[in-house]
């Protein structure tokens, strides 16, 4: 089971917008609309802010929004704020015997 | 929602050890456990989850046979338990739940536990 396959870093000045992708396979991504993204600051617990493709829980900010077009998954930070500056995981269900698989993680950076 | 993991660990290699993850605020039985490991500088990996009401489970093939998990149903705990350490388990372990809906995310995160293998 590898790794989803994410950008290793990306940067953004304040107010623009980044786009993380996740490239995955048939077997996870390409299959299942159930793919997630945490945000995760070093030290702290990682969160969820996107799920099932393009769902946001309560609370995340509408600057946050996920799609997917075949076997990769995207996640685009509009309006970046120093706040936002974290690492970020996607993540996909892989079926009932291995449901999971994170992606390598994407540092996000605002200048 | 709140989970509430142990402080962090220090062990030799070959000794046991047992991490906990007591949760707070929802419905015990309409989630499942997860965890998640993080070695220094390198990313979230998924371990295993766990069914706390009929101890169903899931294994990453990384680490099935080399790890296991329980519940306390009487303190919402779960556990994460080595028999054997090696210093390769030298990394964060963050304990999270998800709800009990096949493919459903982990919605919620506990702070870590910070376990060191070292002679």
């Known amino acids: 089971q590898s790794a989803l396959t994410q950008p290793r870093s990306l940067s953004g000045s304040p107010g623009q917008s980044v786009t993380i992708s996740c490239s995955g396979s048939s077997n996870d991504v390409g299959r299942y609309n159930s793919v997630s993204w945490y945000q995760h600051h070093p030290g702290e617990a990682p969160t969820l802010i996107i799920y099932d493709v393009t769902k946001r829980p309560s609370g995340v900010p509408d600057r946050f929004s996920g799609s997917k077009s075949g076997n990769t998954a995207s996640l685009t930070i509009s309006g970046l704020q120093a706040a936002d500056e974290a690492d970020y995981y996607c993540c996909s269900y892989a079926g009932t015997y291995l449901p999971y698989v994170f992606g390598s993680g994407t540092e996000v950076t605002v200048l | 929602v709140q989970l509430v993991q142990s402080g962090g660990e220090v062990r030799k290699p070959g000794e046991s050890l047992k991490i906990s993850c007591q949760g707070s605020g929802y419905s015990f039985n309409n989630y499942w456990f997860g965890w998640v490991r993080q070695v220094p500088g390198k990313g979230l990996e998924w371990m295993a989850i766990f069914n706390p009401v009929d101890s169903d489970s899931r294994y990453s093939p990384s680490f099935e046979g080399h790890v296991s998990m329980s519940v306390d149903w009487s303190t919402y705990t779960a556990y994460l338990q080595w028999s054997s350490l090696t210093p390769s388990d030298t990394a964060m372990y963050f304990c999270?739940?998800?709800?009990?809906?096949?493919?459903?995310?982990?919605?919620?995160w506990g702070q870590g536990t910070l376990v060191t293998v070292s002679s």
């Open positions: 999270a739940i998800r709800p009990a809906v096949t493919a459903s995310p982990f919605h919620f």
